[in-house]
């Protein structure tokens, strides 16, 4: 299966976290006069469940999307 190669198994928790992070910077709690997102919170859940690599990946990748 295309699902059990090595390179979408490296792959697939940088998408998820990508998704992730996405997902939590929509998320806001609104505090006067600046209102939070939830996208710091998921930045340190991927710095402490993911490796260096991974995490870095996942970071780079949201903010090149975010470029685009």
């Known amino acids: 299966l295309l699902l059990q190669t090595p390179r979408v198994k490296a792959l697939?928790?940088?998408?998820?976290?990508?998704?992730?992070?996405?997902?939590?910077s929509q998320?806001?709690?609104p505090i006067q006069p600046v209102?939070?997102?939830l996208q710091?919170?998921?930045v340190l859940l991927i710095?402490?469940?993911y490796d260096f690599r991974k995490g870095f990946s996942t970071i780079v990748t949201?903010?090149?999307l975010g470029g685009i």
């Open 12 to 24: 697939a928790p940088v998408l998820f976290g990508v998704a992730f992070l996405g997902a939590a």
């Open 27 to 29: 998320i806001a709690i």
């Open 35 to 37: 209102p939070i997102t």
């Open 40 to 42: 710091t919170m998921a």
């Open 47 to 49: 710095g402490v469940l």
């Open 62 to 64: 949201y903010l090149g």
